[in-house]
């Protein structure tokens, strides 16, 4: 039989922000791809605050007048803050002390190529069907309602996208797959490329509230309203994010390690009141007059996994298929945009030159695992030493090193020396127990990076 | 009574502010300033940082420990033979 060109040049599995991000820089430079998106957009998603690092791909690919014209509430900075009980916290949450109140904003640093000093908190349902709609306006072909079964790699001229159509078997031939299916990991799955990770084990609980005062939890009312808040609480590596979505509607999570989770659904939802009154003027705030819950809770578990690899032949892993490990630092969606600025150029790369073999992504792939070990790195920290993450954000000789973590610039640096350096203090702090902070050691494991590298 | 000038005139004005702030008022030699409070997470930071700056010294990870942060005794005796080394070092130079 002669073989026939494929379908599409790029077959795309996924509509998430990593999968229209790829399909719009893709359709951008003249390829013909497809998208195939398991829902009918919009559908509501988690990962809905920002880093400044996502304006690079946003401005590559024209899209940031859309969105301004979207008046998602602008991000400028970020903040920490701990109840006053001073006592509760230095016994239970790994060290964070009364006074680790801690904020940023974004304008103390400037970063190359970003010239905002403000990134976006978005409601995913509208922001995800945006970017999309601006991929298909590039002439990427885009399926919704398409749920991908699998990628047949046998034949050795092109990857075949599986699916159904109501009791139809369908198939759609192309050169290159991309994973963008977000924690469903179809093709990590597939290949067995899924690593669980041994040291995270959270789980997420959350919620909108429209009328909540945001203010009640801000230092600086008038200026810090549209931050996103981290609030800890007095339960071991346990926080809420505060993640503004309108004037009055604001995003509400617990996030907890999951043995702390009930398995039935009325308890969890206990749990999230239980915890959030752990604060008392979060728990006011929420319950006050004027503020109501306006979605139903949903919760998220099993999340955090790293990938063996995250290319093959005639396949890329892009954002959450690839890796996940926390959302502490609001990165995920930042990296499923900066995983689709890099992959693109591979796979351009690879279309030019017909070699779709494994190492034809080897640049991406180098870029993404530096990055997210990086990424890795910090949360780490973060959960095992809490105090030196306040610590150097209130060191003027490590704070705007810390900010451009916080900033999403973590790909240049094989590590970045104030990684390095929180590392080292830890591994002190650690094998020491006569060191002064030991006690404050978060129980993660024993050796927080003896984490399971996949490469 | 304090030598003007002494490691401990100089280190007295910091431990009292973080007494203060925890409601302590008094401060013995031999207290334990983290049994106390005095002394929370973030304060060893900030001590090590205090120390560093006003005595122009440093201070290596493995040198945070119990043993010489615990009490303004200790701290003293811990300043004092850094700022002793350091002499020495400057001497044989
Ligand atoms: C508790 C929690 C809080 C978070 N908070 C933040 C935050 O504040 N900020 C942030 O940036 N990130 C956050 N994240 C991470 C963020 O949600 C993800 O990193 C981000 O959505 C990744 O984008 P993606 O495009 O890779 O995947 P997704 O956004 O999940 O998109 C994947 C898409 O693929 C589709 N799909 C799945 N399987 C198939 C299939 N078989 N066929 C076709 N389509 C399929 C899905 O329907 C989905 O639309 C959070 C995550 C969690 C769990």
Redo the contacts with the bound molecule.
């Keep these: 039989m002669k073989h026939s060109e494929p379908d599409f040049e790029v077959g795309i599995?996924?509509?998430?922000?990593?999968?229209s991000s790829m399909a719009a820089y893709l359709a951008k430079a003249g390829i013909n791809c497809v998208v195939?998106?398991?829902?009918i957009m919009p559908?509501p998603?988690?990962?809905?605050?920002?880093v400044p690092s996502s304006t690079r791909v946003f401005k590559e690919l024209n899209f940031l007048p859309k969105m301004e014209e979207a008046k998602f509430p602008h991000k400028f900075g970020a903040a920490w803050t701990a109840a006053s009980d001073a006592k509760v916290y230095d016994m239970d949450f790994g060290g964070v002390s009364a006074d680790c109140h801690v904020d940023v904003r974004f304008e103390e640093r400037d970063q190359p190529g970003v010239a905002q000093n403000y990134t976006y908190h978005v409601d995913r349902g509208k922001f995800d069907l945006m970017l999309l709609q601006h991929a298909s306006g590039f002439g990427a072909k885009v399926y919704e309602g398409?749920?991908?079964t699998g990628v047949d790699f046998t034949d050795p001229n092109h990857a075949a996208v599986k699916y159904s159509i109501g009791k139809k078997e369908m198939s759609t031939t192309c050169r290159v797959v991309v994973d963008?299916?977000?924690?469903?990991t179809?093709v990590g799955n597939q290949l067995k490329w899924r690593i669980q990770d041994p040291v995270f084990d959270q789980y997420?609980i959350h919620t909108w509230f429209d009328g909540y005062d945001r203010r009640v939890m801000a230092k600086r009312k008038e200026t810090m309203g549209d931050f996103i808040f981290i609030h800890f609480l007095p339960i071991t590596n346990t926080w809420v994010?505060q993640?503004p979505i309108t004037d009055t509607v604001t995003s509400i999570?617990v996030?907890t390690q999951k043995k702390n989770f009930a398995k039935s659904k009325e308890s969890r939802e206990k749990y999230f009141w239980e915890c959030i009154k752990s604060r008392p003027e979060l728990y006011e705030g929420l319950k006050a007059q004027g503020s109501q819950q306006i979605r139903a809770f949903k919760d998220?578990g099993d999340?955090s996994y790293a990938m063996r690899q995250l290319a093959g032949d005639r396949v890329v892993l892009v954002?959450?298929?690839g890796r996940?490990v926390d959302?502490i630092f609001?990165?995920?969606?930042?990296?499923?945009l900066n995983c689709s600025r890099f992959a693109h150029k591979d796979i351009i790369g690879a279309l030019e030159s017909g070699d779709f073999r494994r190492e034809a992504f080897n640049t991406y792939e180098s870029t993404i695992r530096r990055g997210t070990r990086n990424w890795y790195n910090f949360i780490t920290v973060y959960y095992r030493l809490n105090v030196l993450f306040t610590a150097f954000v209130q060191d003027p000789r490590y704070r705007l090193d810390v900010l451009k973590l916080l900033q999403g610039d973590v790909y240049d640096d094989a590590e970045p020396a104030v990684l390095t350096r929180m590392r080292s203090i830890v591994t002190e702090v650690e094998k020491n127990p006569k060191h002064s902070l030991h006690g404050f050691l978060g129980d993660l494991t024993a050796n927080a990076f003896a984490e399971a590298h996949s490469d | 009574m304090t030598e003007p000038g002494s490691i401990k005139a100089q280190l007295m004005p910091f431990v009292m502010e973080n007494a203060q702030s925890k409601g302590i008022n008094q401060v013995s030699d031999d207290d334990s300033l983290t049994a106390s409070g005095i002394i929370d997470s973030l304060g060893v930071f900030r001590l090590v940082s205090f120390l560093e700056e006003t005595f122009a010294v440093r201070i290596g990870d493995e040198e945070i420990v119990n043993d010489n942060f615990e009490s303004v005794r200790t701290i003293e005796k811990f300043v004092a033979a850094k700022l002793a080394a350091k002499g020495e070092k400057a001497a044989t130079r």
């Excluded at chain 1, 599995?13 to 999968?19: E, H, R, W």
């Excluded at chain 1, 963008?180 to 469903?184: E, I, L, N, Q």
């Excluded at chain 1, 609001?330 to 499923?336: N, P, Y």
């Design positions: 599995i996924g509509g998430g922000p990593a999968g195939f998106e398991r829902e559908r998603h988690v990962g809905e605050s920002l398409v749920g991908v963008a299916s977000g924690r469903k179809l997420a994010w993640i999570g996030v998220e999340y954002g959450d298929a996940f959302p609001s990165t995920g969606v930042s990296i499923a």
